[in-house]
């Protein structure tokens, strides 16, 4: 499985941005993480195969909705009311032998991170 994440960049505090996500092959739960300078990556928001289930983090519970188009096997996430400690380079996850959304350990497959910087 690859995933091939976009739509990282410049936002100021308040803004918003939405990240996408391509999977070529066949996926499960699949999930954002992020890791910001200096510190140890984060599990940010997870979504379950059908769509129907999901998982965020407190830190970004409210401001950040995860969803996901399986005809076109993308997931999103979608990022409001950016805050400058947002910034980091996010990273989306994939499971390919289990669905279960909440678990950071079970993500299997990484994409290359797409870098999101807020300033205030």
């Known amino acids: 499985v690859q995933l091939q994440a976009s739509g990282g960049g410049l936002a100021q505090a308040g803004d918003s941005l939405r990240l996408s996500c391509a999977a070529s092959?066949?996926?499960?739960?699949m999930g954002w993480f992020r890791q910001a300078p200096g510190k140890e990556r984060e599990f940010v928001a997870g979504?379950?195969?059908?769509?129907?289930?999901?998982y965020y983090a407190d830190i970004v519970k409210g401001r950040f909705t995860i969803s996901r188009d399986n005809a076109k096997n993308t997931v999103y996430l979608q990022m409001n009311s950016l805050k400058p400690e947002d910034t980091a380079v996010y990273y989306c996850?994939?499971?390919?032998?289990?669905?279960?959304?909440?678990?950071?350990?079970?993500?299997?497959?990484w994409g290359r991170g797409t870098l999101v910087t807020v300033s205030s």
């Open positions: 996850a994939a499971q390919t032998t289990s669905d279960q959304w909440g678990w950071a350990e079970k993500y299997e497959y």
């Open positions: 979504i379950s195969w059908r769509g129907t289930r999901t």
């Open positions: 092959g066949r996926t499960f739960s």
